[in-house]
Antibody, heavy 118, light 109 residues
Framework: EVQLVQSGAEVKKPGESLKISCKGS????????IGWVRQMPGKGLEWMGI????????RYSPSFQGQVTISADKSISTAYLQWSSLKASDTAMYYC???????????WGQGTLVTVSS | QSALTQPASVSGSPGQSITISCTGT?????????VSWYQQHPGKAPKLMIY???KRPSGVSNRFSGSKSGNTASLTISGLQAEDEADYYC?????????FGGGTKLTVL
């Protein structure tokens, strides 16, 4: 079974750094793109960026370029999303998902809730 | 890029059919047949329901169907059931950046 399992919920203060993870299993992790999607409280889905774990080729949404860093460690089938200095506005649920060649996201991880509050 | 336009809400009674529209431009929805649809129940991760405009992943009910005309894609749910009550999102991929719609809340009356 293809599965993406994300790291647990985080509570951080403004200005702190954070790295959340997404571990793939049941398929060739290096052969498929992984995407990250943000969902702010009560809001819709926003695409943040994608990475190809095979060679770490990374594409960012213009809205998130420079705000986050997406990376992957293919040796442990894990993709990451990180912030160097969190803001309260980063409070959201973050999902990873496998990104298919036709632009679809499937399957999805269970989500990681990030709360940034002083 | 602005989000694709979806109605904020739609509703229908059990057994009825409803259609959710997703309007973009000739640069996104109108460019390629790469529109997907997602169902999201409260507190859950989104689930792929339709890909490449009208294809259904294995395990998705054939009550769900997709289509496209020009710059507007549509998701139709026939034989509405209580379990279909959820948020639905469209997504268009024009070869560079995926673009989501704002989402539609489906209420089953």
């Amino acid at each position: 079974e293809v599965q993406l399992v994300q790291s647990g919920a985080e509570v951080k203060k403004p200005g702190e750094s954070l790295k959340i993870s997404c571990k793939g299993s049941g398929y060739s992790f290096t052969s498929y793109w992984i995407g990250w999607v943000r969902q702010m409280p009560g809001k819709g889905l926003e695409w943040m960026g994608i990475i190809y774990p095979g060679d770490s080729d990374t594409r960012y949404s213009p809205s998130f370029q420079g705000q986050v860093t997406i990376s992957a460690d293919k040796s442990i089938s894990t993709a990451y999303l990180q912030w160097s200095s969190l803001k309260a506005s980063d409070t959201a649920m973050y999902y990873c998902a496998s990104f298919g060649p036709g632009g679809w996201f499937d399957p999805w991880g269970q989500g990681t809730l990030v709360t940034v509050s002083s | 890029q602005s989000a694709l336009t979806q109605p904020a809400s739609v509703s229908g009674s059990p057994g009825q059919s409803i259609t959710i529209s997703c309007t973009g431009t000739s640069s996104d929805v109108g460019s390629y047949n790469l529109v997907s649809w997602y169902q999201q129940h409260p507190g859950k991760a989104p689930k792929l329901m339709i890909y490449e405009v009208s294809k259904r992943p294995s395990g998705v009910s054939n009550r769900f169907s997709g289509s496209k005309s020009g710059n507007t894609a549509s998701l139709t749910i026939s034989g509405l059931q209580a379990e279909d009550e959820a948020d639905y999102y469209c997504c268009s991929y024009a070869g560079s950046s995926p673009l989501f719609g704002g989402g539609t809340k489906l209420t089953v009356l």
